[in-house]
Structure formats: C-alpha cells, structure tokens
C-alpha cells in the first residue's frame, strides 16, 4: 500500500480510504468487522465515516456507522494510533432547532457523541461535511480550533465546499490565526470532472490542501455492470445513476476504461480507482464495500500504474469544457 502526505500536512495515509456509509445499511456489523479487518490486513489506515450514516433507514437516529467502528477498535488487534480516523458534522442529528448546523453550540454536542460513539478520546480529522448558510465561517473555524487546541481533534477538513467559500475560509484562518483546513472531500470521478477540476483542484494544489474525493466509481457505474443495451443492476442506487451516467459519453468512459484496463490485467474499477490516484492533487480515494472480496477486488485500483498516454486516453473520452 502506498502512502501520501495529507495536503502540506505531515500526516500520511493510504491512498485508499475505506468509506463506510454502507455500515449499518447494506452492510451488518459482522461484515463490517470482516471488511476493516481486511482493511488493516492490506495496509489501509484510513477510515471515513460522519455522524449521519444510517440516519436515512428507518427506525435510526444515525450514529450507526461511528459505533461499528467505535466497537471494531475495541475488539481489534489493530492499535488506535495506526488508524487515521475521519468523520464529519453538519446533518441532523434530532429534532431540536440546533441539532443540524456548523453552530458552535451544534458542534460541541455533536462531536462529544461521535467520541462516544467511536469509544476514543480523539479525532484524527474532523470534517464539516457541507455548507451551512445560516452560521458564519468565523464561528465554526473557531469551535474548531478550540477542538484542535483540546485535543480532541488533530485535523480539520471540509466536504462539498465550492471554491470560492474554501478560499474564504483559508482566509480567515489566516487573517484570525486560526485552524485552517487541511483538506477537501469532493465528488470526483472519471464521468464527474468539472466541478473539481475547473476551480477546486488548482485551489488546493496552491494551498497545499489535500484531495480525497468520494464516489470514485460514480456510485457503481464505472465498475463495469452497467452497459448498453443491457438491464439496470438490482441496486438502490441505479436510477440515480441511469439518469446522470448512462449515455454515450459514460458508456465510451467505460469502454475506454475496459480497454486500456486489459493492458495492467486489471478491471474496469481498478482502472477507475487508479485513474482517480493519477491525479497528482488527489491524497486518497474514498471506497466503500459491502463484502470483504468486493474491497479486495477495488483496491488492487491502487497498484495499477497508468501511463502518460493512457490517462491522456481517459481524461479525452471525458473533457469538459
């Protein structure tokens, strides 16, 4: 497994990362400690979940991806401090007026839960997980630096931000002394550029801010099941991406992707995964899995090395202008 410097941070983590959205949904707490065993066993030391996983399923009040994990590092012979921990505030949480939000008195409750929840007594790298309109950035960067300077937290990063608020958050820090942001969680695949590439990317290459996109495989289709003319997968998430991938330019991404995959015995996942790790920007991409073959399978991504002129093939089929 290879690692890399988070951002100009000194912090180094596998460049996968196993996301565990899945825990607690399509995935059992038994699968799930199989899958993290696995994890650890390949070399990877880098977890992301948030507080609102399993929210969405019914009867849940969300928490349940941290207390797999939390219980996991219980039982597990893998030592705390080989694991790079992440999670993210922002969603809701209850019922109350302040059970959402990046308020300072939101992420003072929310953060003691997710320590509770974790069963640890810090944070690796604590995570805003989107915008909040309603509360200034002064606010929340200072309830974070007041969790960095406790110790409760090391690192502080943002998701989904768009770059002109990531850049006026940098600014702030810089201008209030406070802890800045070390790095960035967008939406990016081969089919999802744009919104990264155009702003974000030069952004956080200029700033050192280290890049861990999510949803590397577009939500499933960049692994190879769906395809012309053939029937959707059985799978939650395949309207979602007929209405947003299927069409000649994804399908040409796939075909694209499957060819030159055949050059590294690889798969089209691995192809994907790998072209994601050809980005120079990028510091680990995020990958869920439901079963421990599916993760073994994914991350082999991570060994296949593209040349030049095969990223050159990938990044043509899918140019955005």
Known sequence: MEYRRLGRTGLKVSTICLGTMQFGWSTDKTNAFAIMDEAAAQGINFIDTADVYSRWVAGNDGGVSEEIIGAWLQQSSVRRQNVILATKVRGRMGDGPNDEGLSRQHILNAVHDSLRRLQTDYIDLYQVHYPDDETPLEETLAVLTDLVQAGKVRYIGCSNYPAWLLTKSLWISDVQNLSRFDSLQPHYSLVHRAEFE????????????????????????????????????????????????????????????????????????????????????????????????????????????????????????????
């Open 198 to 321: 155009r702003e974000l990317q030069p952004l956080c290459l200029d700033q050192g801010i280290g890049v861990i996109p999510y949803s590397p495989l577009a939500a499933g289709f960049l692994t190879g099941k769906y395809r012309r003319e053939t029937p959707l997968p059985d799978s939650v998430r395949a309207s979602g991406v007929q209405n947003r991938y299927m069409n000649e330019r994804g399908f040409t991404a796939v075909d694209t992707l499957e060819e030159i995959g055949h050059n590294h015995q690889a798969t089209i996942a691995q192809t994907a995964i790998a072209w994601v790790l050809a980005n120079t920007a990028v510091s680990s991409a995020i990958i869920g899995a439901n079963t421990v073959a599916q993760l073994k399978d994914t991350l082999q991504g991570a060994n296949v090395r593209l040349t030049p002129e095969e990223k050159a093939a990938l990044d043509a089929v899918t140019k955005w202008e």
